[in-house]
């Protein structure tokens, strides 16, 4: 198991994120997690491996991110969606577990099995591929112990409560 990836707490610089999905036709979705880092400076690899199919290589991703200083991981997966708990089986960093739609059950059958990991190995879940919100979860995860992310995040924030109630006032306007 890793136990290096709280190293990003001492480590001067930017956040570092680890994406991994189980195969590429994840990447549409996961590639939304990836554009939303980008936008507030965090570094990431993203990586395709399965936790059924290529373990090994998904050890390998993983600790390769802990020597980076990954702050955390997203991983994505559809149906049984073991991914993300091997993942956080491997390591002692945050794992957002993304539960990827799917044609049998839509999603359904991913999120449930992403929620139900056996107590002491938590994965956060985000909504059903919802890769955003995963990322915008690991930049509050990385914005406690980084000022300047923090402040980024607050603005972007700040300016989401903003638009609204500029939308706001444009409607009121319209209905007078």
């Not at 979705?29 to 059924?52: P, Q, R």
């Not at 000022?147 to 903003?162: G, H, I, S, W």
Request: aromatic share 6%; net charge negative.
């Amino acid at each position: 198991m890793g136990s290096r990836g709280l190293l990003f707490l001492f480590k001067e610089g930017t956040m570092h994120v680890g994406i991994v999905m189980g195969s590429d036709s994840d990447l549409p979705v996961m590639k939304k997690a990836a554009e939303v880092l980008s936008g507030f400076g965090v570094t990431y690899d993203m990586a395709i491996a399965s936790a059924h199919r290529t373990p090994k290589k998904l050890e390998e991703f993983i600790l390769a991110q802990e020597e980076k200083g990954a702050a955390c991981f997203i991983a994505g997966a559809g149906m049984a969606a073991a991914l993300p708990g091997v993942v956080a089986s491997m390591t002692l960093c945050p794992v957002i577990g993304v539960p990827l739609s799917g044609a049998r059950l839509d999603g359904m059958d991913a999120l449930f099995s992403i929620v139900q990991m056996p107590s002491g190995i938590p994965v956060a879940t985000v909504a059903i591929d919802g890769a955003k919100n995963a990322a915008y979860l690991a930049v509050e995860i990385g914005a406690a112990a980084d000022r300047d992310l923090y402040r980024k995040y607050k603005e972007y924030r700040e300016e989401m409560a903003a638009e609204i109630y500029r939308k706001d006032e444009k409607l009121q306007k319209e209905l007078k």
